[in-house]
């Protein structure tokens, strides 16, 4: 009988992507930051895959909004084809429900049961890979990172709760919403877990002036413009910055979801050289036969 998509994320389980705990002095502790986008979040799986194709040794990883999710699945131990599994199955009504509030017209309670099936492990502290997910709190305007230890579907559920649709997530004072809000790429919180060379994927949208057509285009045109004002401060922490082209990706194109991921591919690949130089490899260099990618769902 074929499985359904969260059993075989929860059978699968990555081994060779989470760097050494005592890396040599010289070896880079590499972090990948993985920024918002709604849809075009789809794109950081065609990102992840190329590091795990290239077997990119991988100390921790962050997210935001979209990148939360997709970072929280590949630290808890998915693979980037149960990854992408999940996205070409996913529908809405699978996170969120439409409901009457003041604060937004849709909860995202639907979340906790999707996240839970989809999560290898759903706590910090049990991640392969070094976690953080980053939030924004209304009430003083700063960004809320969450990593270390403790419950890791909340600190999703807040990251990805776009304004104006979901309703903010309140917890312990804070009045949760997406982390786009306050950092556009969560290159800050990578630091704060100790890596030393940082990456941070860029999911660009429209580089022209746009005219939305509905509230959600209009406050995410606000948020983007905002996030071009605070574009310097996640740039001047990131050794490298990789944008793939998504520009012209609607933010709600979820039909998208193979192009998105090619695209990821391929911005990915331009950047692989400098990776590669971190590590001391010569460019180009897969390293072959030591990682299955999980190819049944039986």
Same mark, same amino acid.
């Given at each position: 009988m074929q499985a359904s998509?969260?059993?075989?994320?929860?059978?699968?389980?990555?081994?060779?992507?989470?760097?050494?705990?005592?890396?040599?002095?010289?070896?880079?502790?590499?972090?990948?930051?993985?920024?918002? #986008?709604? +849809?075009?979040?789809?794109?950081? @799986?065609?990102? %992840?895959?190329? /590091?795990?194709?290239?077997?990119?040794?991988?100390?921790?990883?962050?997210?935001?909004?979209?990148?939360?999710?997709?970072?929280?699945?590949?630290?808890?131990?998915?693979?980037?084809?149960?990854?992408?599994?999940v996205a070409r199955g996913m529908k809405f009504r699978d996170v969120a429900r439409w409901t009457i509030s003041l604060m #937004?017209? +849709?909860?995202?309670?639907?979340? @906790?049961?999707? %996240?839970?099936? /989809?999560?290898k492990c759903s706590r910090f502290e049990e991640m392969n890979i070094r976690l953080a997910v980053v939030a924004a709190d209304l009430v003083t305007g700063k960004p809320v990172v969450f990593s270390g230890e403790g419950d890791v579907v909340l600190p999703i559920r807040a990251s990805c709760?776009?304004?104006?649709?979901?309703?903010?997530v309140r917890y312990n004072g804070y009045c949760l919403v997406d982390g786009y809000v306050a950092a556009e790429v969560p290159t800050a919180a990578l630091v704060a877990l100790g890596a030393t060379r940082i990456v941070a994927v860029h999911l660009p949208g429209p580089s022209g002036g746009v005219d939305p057509h509905n509230v959600f285009g209009v406050i995410h045109r606000c948020l983007q413009v905002m996030g071009h004002r605070l574009?310097?401060?996640?740039?001047?922490?990131?050794?490298?910055?990789?944008?793939?082209?998504?520009?012209?990706?609607p933010w709600d194109g979820f039909q998208s979801t193979g192009e998105l991921i090619e695209r990821g591919e391929q911005a990915a690949m331009e950047a692989l050289p400098a990776i590669e130089a971190w590590l001391g490899r010569r460019a180009g260099t897969a390293r072959r036969g030591t990682h299955r990618m999980s190819d049944s769902f039986d």
């Open positions: 998509w969260w059993q075989t994320l929860r059978r699968g389980r990555g081994r060779l992507r989470a760097a050494p705990e005592q890396p040599s002095a010289a070896a880079p502790r590499i972090g990948i930051a993985l920024g918002g #986008g709604f +849809a075009r979040g789809i794109a950081h @799986i065609g990102v %992840l895959r190329v /590091m795990e194709r290239h077997q990119i040794p991988i100390h921790a990883i962050s997210g935001v909004s979209a990148g939360s999710m997709v970072a929280a699945a590949y630290a808890a131990g998915a693979d980037t084809a149960m990854i992408e599994r #937004g017209l +849709a909860g995202s309670d639907r979340m @906790i049961p999707f %996240l839970g099936r /989809m999560l709760s776009y304004p104006g649709l979901f309703q903010p574009d310097h401060e996640w740039r001047a922490q990131a050794d490298l910055v990789i944008s793939p082209a998504v520009e012209d990706v």
